[in-house]
């Protein structure tokens, strides 16, 4: 009986001219073939992840990025712009498909400087909103280095991780906002026979994420231990977004202005005219060197803008403007009731005057109108009253010198 003949179904190869030929059914692959198939699916795999990258991802164009952000965000259109650009740039990074000249485009993280109340955190969210992209925001200030009570950095890539149903893929698309980034500055100049370990240490540890790197996560947050599992992240591609009020600064600004503390120019030569009530304006990388942030971070967080601080017009159209806007939440909660409400035009500069005068910015406003309206929220629902009228003579009312203190001590 002859013996038979085995051969690679695909290429032809006799068994002598393999390394190994793999039995099927009724046909036979050699091992050349298996490694072009295996080629083939991987770039077919990349294809098709791309084409659902872009299928997901609702990228648009800057311009219509700043107008999404017009409808949720009062004022702020020069950080509007910046963050615009930015968050462009890294997503059409992201769908980019490889070129011959091998020019890889590298990640614009973005670092906001402004008062607490002026809509760093509310523009990450908005953004995350458009885009459809999971976001994680996170406290700056619960991070310790490694080894110590607190946090690891890597809890930030956790909280990424719940954001996006613990999908890996979506999850290294998203977005981090790292809020009170000012409060891991390096505490001195001088350095200290004790470890600085929420400052210095944890700028150091946040800077292999920033960067891109694949980290290793573990799922539910916690401690790292030797038998716990962990789930491998690329941050490659994820945009780290940090926000701080960075109290104090503006003296650093005013320095390198050549400026007095108090806000007079020394400097005998005409210089333009320097806004003295909006100094972060002028903030540039090396006030946050001095401020305690480490040059390191700064390199890896390249987009640098500024939040103006709230004057009364942006307050006034805080509440009743944006597609979110405050006065729009409650009417809509009255509704549900068909309660009708309305606040006259009295109530509300009664509202913004009480908001400036004890420095509450844009969350204070929400506090002021739930001080007001809550009486009318536990009596008015299933009663037969279906309209309400808030007046400035009824703001003033809800309004007494003792919650006005207490709201002034919360802020």
Known sequence: MAKEKLECSFCGRNKPETNLLIAGLDAHICDRCIEQAHGIVIEESKDVSNESLSAELTLRKPQQIKAFLDEYIIGQDHTKKVMSVAVYNHYKRLLQKPTEDDIEIQKSNIIMVGQTGTGKTLMAKTIAKMLNVPLAIVDATVLTEAGYVGEDVESLLTKLLQAADYNLENAERGIVFIDE????????????????????????????????????????????????????????????????????????????????????????????????????QYITPRDLKDF????????????????????????????????????????????????????????????????????????????????????????LPGGDKKKLSVTKAYAEGKLSKVKLKKLKAVS
């Open 292 to 379: 305690g942030l480490i040059p390191e971070i700064i390199g890896r967080l390249p987009v640098l803008t500024h939040m103006n601080p709230l004057d009364k017009n942006t307050l006034r159209a805080i509440l009743t403007e944006p597609k979110n806007a405050i006065i729009k939440q409650y009417q809509k909660l009255f509704e549900m009731d068909d309660i009708e409400l309305n606040v006259t035009t009295g109530a509300l500069d009664f509202i913004v005057t009480k908001a400036i005068e004890y420095k509450l910015g844009a969350r204070g406003l929400r506090s002021l109108c739930e001080e007001i309206l809550t009486d009318a929220m536990f009596d």
């Open 181 to 280: 980034i000012d409060k891991i500055a390096r505490k001195s100049d001088n350095p200290s026979i004790t470890r600085d370990v929420s400052g210095e240490g944890v700028q150091q540890g946040l800077l292999k994420l920033l960067e891109g790197s694949i980290v290793n996560v573990p799922p539910k947050g916690g401690r790292k231990h030797p038998d716990q599992k962990f789930i491998e992240v690329n941050t490659e591609n994820i945009l780290f977004i940090a926000g701080g009020a960075f109290d104090g600064i503006e003296r650093n600004v005013s320095k390198r202005l050549n400026m007095a503390a108090v806000g007079y120019k020394t400097s005998a030569k005409d210089d333009d005219d320097i806004d003295l009530d909006n100094l972060l």
